[in-house]
């Protein structure tokens, strides 16, 4: 039987840490009966959920690269130096 | 969009030692978006990201010759971006050095393991929208290498496998960055919607 504490730190972590069956199940039934647990792995999800959200959207900032304007031109320049003979690198700024 | 299938083919890093325009295009359409959002999610300004960005290839280039193809080039990139970008948090004096994260959850519970602080309960939708609002500014107090597992794993959704060789970590040690990002920004939104 796994203690909350136990099940916080599990559920943190199972997606990188690869656990038994066992454990996944006696996650499962804990999370089953606690609500504050409950309540703390979806938290966890809501958190990853709003990462995607926001990083996948380009933000406001018109200065920000990513910006479809901005992202066309710093591609271009990238591509324009990267094919130019190699020379310093890092000192031309 | 040029053909994306050259990632792939086994002269890859010959074509990228040649400089061969086809190929150096494939790769900055690929991979430029993901590095940006890495660079944004790692905590770097606009005019630092593009500098990142712009370092990576550049080494990606010169580096071509280690390249065996033996890792795929998406590793090889983000391996790069990463040391680029602790490099430029380095040099900001951005990265904190104490993590007090251990700790802080520790207190959140009585000596049993039961819950003695539980999480918040509040407007679940409320909570999402603050949520969207506020991650990012939670995430500006971990640390770099924290964020970028981070970002790796919940936004480009890559395996704990090409994570850790991109930051050169093991399984164990990516999952203790993980739950330290996770139980932070859950404790900075926590005291958000309290308020």
């Known amino acids: ?93 | 969009m040029s053909d994306p299938s050259i990632l792939d083919r086994p002269d890859l890093a010959e074509r990228i030692r040649a400089r061969d325009p086809e190929a150096l295009q494939v790769v900055v359409e690929t991979y430029l978006t993901q590095i940006l959002r890495a660079a944004r999610g790692a905590g770097l300004k606009p005019q630092e990201a593009e500098d990142v960005a712009q370092n990576t290839f550049t080494t990606f280039v010169e580096s071509a010759e280690r390249f065996e193809g033996r890792s795929h080039v998406r590793t090889w990139v983000f391996g790069i971006l990463y040391r680029k970008i602790s490099e430029t948090r380095r040099k900001l004096g951005k990265d904190r050095q104490i993590d007090d994260i251990d700790e802080v959850f520790e207190s959140r519970f009585d000596e049993n393991g039961g819950w003695s602080q539980p999480p918040r309960a509040a407007d679940v939708e409320l909570e999402a929208k603050q949520t969207r609002e506020e991650i990012s500014d939670c995430l500006e107090a971990a640390p770099s290498k924290q964020r970028m597992a981070f970002v790796l794993r919940e936004v480009e959704g890559l395996s704990s496998d090409e994570i850790c060789k991109i930051l050169e970590v093991s399984s164990t040690n990516l999952g203790v960055m993980l739950f330290r990002l996770r139980n932070r920004v859950r404790e900075c939104l926590e005291a958000r919607w309290a308020a």
């Open chain 1, 1 to 93: 039987m796994l203690n909350c504490k136990e099940t916080a730190h599990a559920v943190s972590t199972e997606d990188v840490v690869p656990v038994g069956w066992r454990q996944r199940l006696a996650v499962r039934l804990h999370l089953m009966m606690c609500r504050h647990c409950r309540r703390y792995a979806q938290q966890m999800q809501a958190m990853g959920n709003a990462a995607r959200d926001v990083f996948q959207h380009p933000p406001e900032d018109p200065s920000s690269p990513e910006s479809p304007e901005n992202l066309a031109k710093l591609q271009s320049d990238i591509l324009d130096r990267l094919m130019q003979p190699p020379k310093h690198p890092d000192s031309d700024n």
